[in-house]
């Protein structure tokens, strides 16, 4: 592949990020060619020592999202990230998706059971409508909703680490797939 074959395949694959980003990343392979050409290289030879240009913007869409998702940790960000570096090989599908389809479900359980405990004195008052009403009711539905706004601080914690943790971890990967950790 010569080089302008390979250029407008990355050029093609990037169509994700700004205008402004690749043309910065085009910038730097076109500099690559350069230096391959004073080198005595020909433009196969430079198009195949850098590698397939779409495993390239893979990578670098990768990166671009995790960077992005550590300056803005939110849900479409997240997303992004996760399906960014599963794109970087199948086996990131079963690697990335189950602990992160994992995590979603303990936050979702996590959530759904302190917001039902903190409903519960509302669930008292429907009891009272609907039959016989004991003053236990009430104070144990009280002390419910307090162990409820409890667990709710606590899973807002817990979101805030899990969702740290799991940017970490999705570092991690990206990075062994790309070539293996350098520390």
Known sequence: MNKEQFLKQLNDSLKKL??????????????????GMEQG?????????????KQIS???LATYHLGQVEQSTSAGNVMRAVW?????????????????IALIGVVIAGWAS??????????????????????FDLFFAL?????????????????????KGFIRYLKFNASLVKGGLKK
């Open 84 to 100: 960014a570096v599963i794109g970087l090989g199948f086996f990131n599908l079963v690697i990335v998706l189950g602990p992160f």
């Open 18 to 35: 700004s205008l402004e980003e690749r043309q910065d990343i085009l910038q730097d392979y076109e500099e690559y060619f350069a230096i």
């Open 58 to 60: 893979r990578e670098l």
């Open 143 to 163: 002390a419910l909703c307090g162990i409820g706004i409890f667990m709710a601080m606590g899973m807002f914690v817990a979101t805030r680490a899990l969702t």
């Open 114 to 135: 302190a917001i039902a405990f903190i409903l519960a004195p509302v669930f008292a008052l429907l009891n009272l409508m609907v039959s016989s009403f004991q003053l």
């Open 41 to 53: 290289k020909t433009d196969q030879e430079i198009s195949t020592s850098l590698g397939n240009p």
